[in-house]
């Protein structure tokens, strides 16, 4: 069974153009998650689809941050216009709908350099 | 609010050698614990969680951890590390949402 995938494993933007970074959650998993690591901090909560819904985007740090999640599978994370302070990894999640301390999978990230 | 502290960056340790992870925690609702492991130029990898039942929890790769409710804490162990096992570990709670909230992660460095 394929796991939490991510594209594009890596990406050099320069700051103000637009990058989108999709994740395809393993097959079933209702529950799909962003977050992400700017260099030498922790690991911060993004937001959470439950489906194709928003179930909390308290993480998304302004508007130039767009998710969407279109007919509950796969998502998509668009940053426009990129700045410098978004350099860093994205890594996608996913988990069944029922959780009860299920574990949540991770991708690979997508690591993000602007310049 | 909940959050977590892994009390050490790096830790450097030589082969074969145990070794101690250390993380607390805060929360004021039950929680759900969790380590996981980034392995060089990978995703993460979770070693164990820790839901309910037995404070000892045993994961993958030889690691345990225990859960201790009087101190807040939820430190991993390894009795002999190997070289594979230099990482970046990270602990993590989680309330009943299902949004994960991390440490600072701690970098084990695994000397020959």
């Known amino acids: 069974e394929a796991g939490v995938t991510q594209f594009p494993s890596h990406s050099v933007i320069e700051k103000g153009q637009t990058v989108t970074l999709r994740c395809d959650p393993i097959?079933?998993?209702?529950?799909l998650y962003w977050y992400r690591r700017v260099m030498g901090k922790e690991i911060k909560f993004l937001l959470h689809?439950?489906?194709?819904?928003?179930?909390?985007e308290s993480g998304m740090p302004n508007n130039r941050f767009l998710a969407e999640r279109t007919g509950g599978t796969y998502s998509t994370l668009k940053v426009q216009p990129a700045e410098l302070e978004d350099s860093g990894v994205y890594f996608c999640?996913?988990?069944?709908?029922?959780?009860?301390?299920?574990?949540?999978?991770f991708g690979e990230g997508s690591w993000l350099t602007v310049v | 609010a909940q959050s977590v502290t892994q009390l050490d960056s790096q830790v450097p340790v030589f082969e074969e050698a145990p070794v101690e992870l250390r993380c607390n925690y805060s929360?004021?609702?039950?929680?759900?614990l969790f380590w996981y492991v980034q392995y060089p130029n990978q995703g993460l990898q979770l070693l164990l969680k820790?839901?309910?039942?037995?404070?000892l929890v045993k994961g993958i790769n030889g690691f345990e951890a225990e859960f201790n409710k009087s101190q807040t804490s939820f430190h991993l162990r390894k009795p002999s590390v190997h070289i594979s096992d230099t990482a970046e570990y990270f602990c993590a709670v989680n309330g009943n949402t299902g949004k994960l909230i991390f440490g600072q992660g701690t970098t084990l460095q695994v000397k020959p």
């Open positions: 689809f439950v489906k194709e819904s928003k179930q909390d």
């Open positions: 999640a996913s988990s069944p709908l029922s959780y009860s301390g299920n574990t949540i999978y």
């Open positions: 097959s079933g998993h209702d529950n």
């Open positions: 929360s004021s609702v039950s929680v759900y």
């Open positions: 820790y839901l309910s039942g037995s404070t």
